[in-house]
């Protein structure tokens, strides 16, 4: 939740800044549905029968430089002259458009509109949105070409030499050592921004309006470059680093869509059919083994370990397809009765060539083969195939004053096709170092668990029946779902719940609405999965495990005078997961896994309107989560418990005032976010983790759990010196912090060999200038 509200806060204050205030009321902001254009027409027009009309602004911006690049996650402020946004609306007898445009020439640019002919009608939508995810990432490979990542091979081997001759490894080759030995190539690092961009692309053309049906084609397409995050892994070798560097991001989704619907006068009926292709341009990421020059025989020993691979690869998405059609039918009767149901059938494939084992030429298959040919692959391809088909069925009606009735069927089945084929050596035991035999078992007949074809299919069934009785409603809701696995550790589990929630709304001045909704879950099956991290207990994993799930919420809404109105609500959902398995086997008493979830809100909001020429709220919001999960080992005194928590306090004000009402515009927003997070232990004394930290005084809690603080306002003063000019001038500020234990710090190794590249994108304070010239004609 505390995620969500602050990307959201700085997605608004993006809005805001971006244009003026009166601008930003034409604006329609990202996701939205575009403005038919004879609504359009309606908003910007000066005189009614105008064929063009409109609206454009221009914008200077001016702000202090932020290293930082959670200042510009997901938007472009960038310094200078720019367009926010501009509007063109048009309607003759024989065409009707609208074209719109914001962020014009930014990275987080959008343009969209429609056309409407007298045979057809067009629609068109194009997003840019950048994510900037870190500045100045710091690594000490060079990219020689696409995903390609190369250290010099002359300062490999002068590193795996050294470390090599360090004896025993065991006890020399300590954290200092390995910081002594990298520390002058840490110095020269290369610094790199981690950063993407989406574009994407919705065309949709209706050829229905002189056909006796509808008839329609859609076509999207998305366009990802840059970076897809920070990417790398485990070296196996001799020395076992982990390297980090920016992962290569360049894909393509294209869907291709054909839909109809024909209507008559007791119903319609609907069809559709999707095609959607998966296009990765960017399928590898090779980094370079910074000690190792060349491949070499992998030798394990405790003390002098040799061997490895020069270079590992890693694998990105592979290509896939999937074809979707759908069906359904809607029939209409008396007392607003409706009858609905469609069926959905799609296939899901992938069939890209696989890689070979490793790129590591020394290592040989079971067969003394070499591992690094696809001609030594058990199989050239997955060939993969899932269908799906999903059942939709709902019933409505109102047979008498004040009763309604809802019911609701649905049936999802997933099935994988793919045929299988048993595993008998790989080397995901080693990656990249050594040859492993496969031996698969009860839980993983095809030698591994990933390998297994799972399957599901889920049905549910819900029904609801409400009531009016003057100013009251009430609702009751039933529920009941059923769903069957295969290869999972719970293969079967039912869950029934029911909810009642009621309205009361006796006058214009007062609304109440309270709610209470209860489920369960159970489940069954084998136990085929081990948890935890000692391996030494058996359960279902959390989202197939029994639980019970508790949600109740109620809020208050008052207006006891036309200018005035405040509501306050509350809503708290609490989740047991009982019957855990034993983290310890014959241990009673030492439930593992995730046993419980909490999470609290209260928030309250205020609207003032005095008069015509001011304008006031405000919000408050106090939430808190917590969520407890158990671990432990072979014996009871192990267990710890992990109790992590967050609170967040949010509140936000916001003022218009018509100086000069058509004149004079003076608009103010703040707003304030913190949020203080926990982590708490649980740890029995005789354990030797509590034991080995008793000269701090035990195991101690977290404070620094993901605390955050987002400050942001905005002020602006706007003059329209005419019908059809305006300007305006206004200040931004925007602060915002954040700490948390697993990234603090600059320090590229912050452990014993983990060489991270720290980017930037930590907390920052931004403030910003800018002045706005609008024009509607």
Known sequence: MKRASTVTALLAMGLLVASSFAAAQNATPSGTQVPSPASAAAQTSLVPNDFLSGNASLSLLGTNIVDSSKFQEYRDLSRGIWGPQFSVVGAKPFVDFSLYGQNIG???????????????????????????????????LSETAPGVYSLSPTLRKTIGSTADARVPA???????????????????????????????????????????????????????SGFRGLGGGDILGAVSPVVEV???????????????????KSGSVHASFNRNLYDNHAETLIIDNPFQAVDAVYKSSTTAPLGGPASTLFINPPDNQA???????????????????????????????????????????????????????????????????????????????????RMRYRSYDLSNKTTKWVITGDMSGSPDRSWSAVTPDESAPFGHATANPYSSKSQGFNASVTYDIKGLTIEGVGRTASLSRTYREATSGKENGGAFSALYHPTEWLGIRGSVDVSKRTAKGTDLVTIGEGGSFRGFQADEAERKMTRTGFDIELTPVSMFSVSFGYFRRNVDFPNRPDCVAGAAGTPCGLLGQKYDSYDTSIEFTPSERAEFSGYFTWEKNSQTNAFGRTLATNMITF???DKTNSFGLNAVLHIVPEKWTFSLLASHQKVDGLMDLLVNPANS????????GGPQPITAWDDTKLTTGVAQLEYAFSKVWSVGVGYAHESYSFGDAFTSGLDLMPQSILIFMKPDRGGYHANLGFATLNYRF
């Open 106 to 140: 930014q990275r987080d640019q959008r343009y969209f509109g429609e056309a409407a002919f007298p045979w057809l009608s067009i629609k068109a939508d194009f997003n840019q949105t950048p994510h900037n995810m870190g500045n100045h990432g710091q690594t000490m």
């Open 170 to 224: 065991n006890t020399t080759r300590t954290y200092d050592f390995y910081t002594s030995l990298l520390g002058p190539t840490f110095a020269t690092t290369n610094s790199t921004d981690i950063t993407s961009t989406r574009q994407r692309g919705n065309l949709e053309v209706d050829l229905g309006k002189n056909l006796p049906f509808d008839l329609a084609f859609t076509y999207m397409r998305e366009h990802k």
């Open 246 to 264: 920016p992962e290569p991001l360049d894909e393509n989704v294209q869907d291709f869509g054909l839909r109809a619907a024909y209507n008559f």
């Open 323 to 405: 074809s979707t059609g759908r069906f359904g039918v809607q029939l209409k009767f008396k007392h607003q009765t409706r009858i609905t149901g469609d069926v959905g059938i799609a296939r899901l494939t992938q069939n890209a060539p696989f890689y070979p084992y490793t790129i590591n030429s020394v290592v040989l298959t079971g067969n003394n083969q070499p591992a690094n040919s696809v001609s030594s692959l058990q199989e050239q391809s997955l060939n993969g195939k899932i269908n799906t088909t999903s059942l939709n069925f709902a019933f409505l009606s109102r047979p008498v004053k004040g009763l309604g009735i």
């Open 643 to 645: 109790i992590g928590s």
């Open 689 to 696: 983790f509590y034991i080995n930290r008793l000269p701090a």
